[in-house]
T-cell receptor, first 114, second 116 residues
Framework: GENVEQHPSTLSVQEGDSAVIKCTYS??????FPWYKQELGKGPQLIID?????GEKKDQRIAVTLNKTAKHFSLHITETQPEDSAVYFC?????????????FGAGTRLFVKA | GAVVSQHPSRVICKSGTSVKIECRSL??????MFWYRQFPKQSLMLMAT?????????EQGVEKDKFLINHASLTLSTLTVTSAHPEDSSFYIC????????????FGQGTRLTVV
């Protein structure tokens, strides 16, 4: 089945700097790659996603890149703010597994220091 | 965006009792819903896929008799933790995808279960 690896597990940046989180996936049939932000005691919230027919997507300070050949994708947050501090999860979804179940990476705990 | 509601958000129960958690898609129909479990400072681990009108599909290592899943309608799936023990204490999260459309999954707010 699908396996998603995520790095780093913890990331600390200064306010205003950029943060980059990287993930790799194993199943070449996966075609949907969402990123989630999870705050303490809450469910994950989708912040951006990318499909396999696109190499890059941007939404204000957040961007995601996808390299299908290498099977890796990355999240880039620019001009980080303290409220960006949270746990971020990458995920991969394979339509052939039925119902598009989502497999998550281990998560990255982002600290943005003011 | 679509809304998925989970209830209750927190529950405390005694060892040996059963607890039911509900997952509802409020403004869309979901043929398939998913149940995840999350331990502190860890990732979401898929437990099972809930299929409307049929039996759930459980991931390897998840006891189907321990975690009963019922998906009786296109907007409701329930997870029942039977004969709960302290080691079942965890954060349980459901997600749902719109029937026949796309691949985006919408997540509930989670249920914190504490077994004492």
């Amino acid at each position: 089945g699908e396996n998603v690896e995520q790095h780093p597990s913890t990331l600390s940046v200064q306010e205003g700097d950029s943060a980059v989180i990287k993930c790799t996936y194993s199943d070449s049939a996966s075609n949907y790659f969402p990123w989630y932000k999870q705050e303490l005691g809450k469910g994950p919230q989708l912040i951006i996603d990318i499909r396999s027919n696109v190499g890059e997507k941007k939404d204000q300070r957040i961007a995601v890149t996808l390299n299908k050949t290498a099977k890796h994708f990355s999240l880039h947050i620019t001009e980080t703010q303290p409220e960006d501090s949270a746990v971020y999860f990458c995920a991969a979804s394979n339509p052939n597994t039925g119902g598009f179940k989502t497999i998550f990476g281990a998560g990255t705990r982002l600290f943005v220091k003011a | 965006g679509a809304v998925v509601s989970q209830h209750p958000s927190r529950v405390i129960c005694k060892s040996g009792t059963s607890v039911k958690i509900e997952c509802r898609s409020l403004d869309f129909q979901a043929t398939t819903m998913f149940w995840y479990r999350q331990f502190p400072k860890q990732s979401l681990m898929l437990m099972a896929t809930s299929n409307e009108g049929s039996k759930a599909t459980y991931e390897q290592g998840v006891e189907k008799d321990k975690f009963l899943i019922n998906h009786a309608s296109l907007t409701l799936s329930t997870l029942t933790v039977t004969s709960a023990h302290p080691e079942d204490s965890s954060f349980y999260i459901c997600s749902a995808s719109k029937t026949g459309l796309g691949t985006e999954a919408f997540f509930g707010q989670g249920t914190r279960l504490t077994v004492v």
